[in-house]
């Protein structure tokens, strides 16, 4: 296979490497020219070194040069800055805090005589912890790159399963050790939490305050982006095709010919200049430049100017792309529409900018801080889901305290499991926007695992939280924990506008089915079948990691662990949307064309014999006999 080359000047085939087109590597060597140093004449040699420079003026070597030009002499020692302290954040002091509380909680659990048999799993989950974060904390200080958000956003929810597994087999284990187990998870729970507040930091320290615009895709791979437009347009006009085989025909030319005389009946002349290299090139590197690198000004400067470039290339997708535009259709067009909506879509807003309401205090909100209506809702709802979550925590620590029975263990495995689920809803909310609602209504869904257990989940027939009268300002904890689950149930239903619905209601229908929009039931089943999935793939490191005290499966009509979790979801599901199938994962392969042919063949061959058989109860139904073949001979002539 031949070697691929990364390099625009030189091109690769099965002979090894050879150099471009002289024409098309003068052009790629201008344009990079143009683009890099904002000259309009890449022959004038005054220009190129007047912007080299202006690019380079604070380097060493540049300084030189102008001290040379002043009659100084060329050679002059820089005086070396000294290096500023970064001050520290408060992330900072409790980034430091939280790592330690992990590492003592490990040292502790790994050290305990009492766990001494699964030791090495506890040392493996000691060195992946460690190791998760590290990395985060190295991404989440460069949230203001999507790549980097992403990643956090990513080990963060692993973490969590971490917490949620912690949990979960403290819960299993003996008493003595189920404390040491929940300190660790409590532990890890702060070190998701800042690393939430780190990354709006992250875009606070650079005064993303008023700006609601963060790139979708790392700046490095606009840069892609735009050679591979670039590379399909060339291969749409013809200009690095070869020759044609015997057997080929000239699609891409055709479209091209067709396409550029539609512009001009349309009166849509203006985009044929995008059928230009040097003209897309200018519009793309215009674009690319004016990001600055992915800082903020550059990020400031491209929300206020994206959306009004962008328009022009839009049109021409959109008018290219129509089916009656070019006939017959053609890949080479279809494959540079395709590169040019793909460039497109990275300037598209990505979410993220609400995390800096957990970074910042609710005082600063006016006037440094300040959000427009339609976004204030929902980062009210991410900040009162934060404390009702860190309020539900501490519940359910007393909680475990309660007692050991089967049925208090698995209510506490259930309860453990909610809060858990809030973890989820709360980085649904932080990637939400005000013209991507899809993650908040993801959220819905955990709103329902919630009612579930509000409605009087019952474990062999007590129900986990049974409600008891009180005397007047007086609360039991069961009580409290009711009222914080409700809390965090309304505020999870909330978004979809409505009063919460009583338990035998379903999700209402919230968009037109006939339209384009998302099927919300089908996101709502699809995070509930996620979580049934992943709760099913544990099982067996549950029973490694603790003891089978309590049965794992149902046994004697008493349901397990695993069961009562599943039963939880699967009432969520039912309850969200009349779903009671199992969930299962496919993934659906089309046919070969052989088979394809085949059941073309065998669909012909009913549709003949249907049609002979109705034409015979017709012929019946009318008394028309079949012709009766001649038996007698013709007579002679």
């Known amino acids: 296979m031949a070697p691929q080359y990364s390099n625009p000047f030189y091109s690769s085939d099965r002979y090894g490497s050879r150099p471009r087109d002289s024409v098309n590597s003068k052009l790629a060597l201008d344009n990079l020219i143009r683009r890099e140093l904002k ?4 022959n004038n040699a005054q220009e190129v070194a007047n912007a080299l420079l202006t690019r380079y003026k604070d380097t060493p070597q540049a300084i030189a040069i102008d001290r040379e030009a002043e009659g100084l002499p060329f050679l002059l020692t820089p005086s070396m800055p000294s290096p500023v302290m970064q001050a520290e954040t408060s992330s900072d002091a409790e980034l430091q805090q939280a790592m330690d509380d992990v590492e003592r909680d490990l040292n502790e659990l790994t050290s305990n005589a009492i766990l001494k048999d699964v030791t090495p799993e506890l040392q493996g989950w000691a060195m992946a912890i460690r190791s998760m974060m590290t990395e985060a904390f190295n991404s989440a200080r460069f949230a203001l790159d999507s790549s980097q958000r992403d990643k956090t956003f990513g080990i963060r929810r692993t973490l969590g399963d971490y917490a949620r597994m912690v949990r979960l087999v403290g819960a299993l284990s003996s008493p003595v050790v189920n404390v040491n187990y929940r300190n660790l998870a409590q532990s890890i729970d702060e070190v998701t939490s800042v690393l939430l507040v780190t990354m709006g930091e992250a875009l606070a320290n650079v005064s ?3 700006s609601r615009y963060l790139l979708q895709v790392p700046y490095s791979e606009l840069q892609a982006r735009r050679d591979s437009v670039i590379y399909a347009l060339r291969n749409f006009i013809g200009s690095t095709q070869e020759a044609y085989a015997p057997n080929e025909w000239p699609r891409g030319v055709d479209a091209y010919r067709q396409l550029y005389k539609y512009l001009d009946d349309q009166g849509q002349g203006d985009l044929r200049s995008l059928l230009t290299e040097n003209e897309l090139s200018r519009i793309m590197d215009m674009l690319i430049q004016r990001a600055s690198h992915g800082n903020i000004e550059g990020l400031r400067h491209l929300g206020a100017t994206a959306q009004l470039d962008i328009p022009r290339l839009r049109r021409l997708v959109i008018i290219a792309g129509d089916l009656q535009t070019v006939n017959p259709q053609s890949p080479p067009l279809t494959a540079f ?27 600063l909100f006016y006037g440094l801080y300040g959000s427009s209506n339609n976004e ?8 009162d889901l934060a404390i009702e979550r860190n309020r539900l925590a501490e519940l359910l620590d007393c909680f475990a305290r309660c007692g050991c029975t ?5 209510c506490q495995i259930i309860l453990d499991k909610i809060l858990y689920d809030i973890d989820r809803a709360i980085d649904l909310y932080a990637l939400g926007t005000a013209e991507n609602d899809e993650p908040e209504f993801r959220a819905v869904a955990y709103s329902y695992v919630v009612d579930t257990v509000l409605q009087g989940m019952a474990i062999n027939g007590d129900p986990c939280l049974p409600p008891a009268p009180q005397p007047p300002n007086q609360l039991d904890l069961n009580t409290r924990i009711r009222n914080a689950l409700g809390q965090v149930r309304n505020l999870l239903f909330s978004r979809i506008d409505s009063m919460p619905p009583e338990p035998e209601d379903k999700l209402p229908e919230l968009r037109d089915p006939q339209s384009n929009e998302p099927d919300f039931k089908k996101l709502v089943d699809q995070e509930l079948c996620i979580q049934q999935d992943t709760e099913s793939r544990w099982r067996d490191l549950v029973q490694t990691m603790a003891p089978a005290c309590i049965p794992f499966t149902s046994t004697n009509g008493n349901l397990g662990v695993f069961n009562v979790i599943e039963a939880v979801i699967q009432n969520a599901r039912q309850s969200a949307t009349g779903n009671g199938e199992p969930c299962e994962l496919s993934f659906p392969l089309p046919a070969q064309y052989e088979i394809s042919l085949s059941a073309q063949a065998n669909a012909q061959a009913i549709v003949n014999q249907n049609l002979a058989q109705l034409t015979q109860t017709l012929g019946d139904g009318l008394g028309v006999e079949p012709e009766e073949q001649e038996s007698e001979e013709q007579p002679d002539s």
């Open 406 to 410: 089967p049925e208090t263990v698995k």
């Open 376 to 383: 204030r809702s929902a980062e009210m709802r991410l900040v």
């Open 208 to 210: 993303f305050n008023r």
């Open 39 to 42: 000259v309009s004449d890449p």
């Open 337 to 363: 529409l395709e590169a040019l909506q793909l460039f497109i879509d990275a300037f598209e807003g990505a979410g993220g900018f609400r995390l800096l309401r957990l970074a910042r205090p609710p005082i």
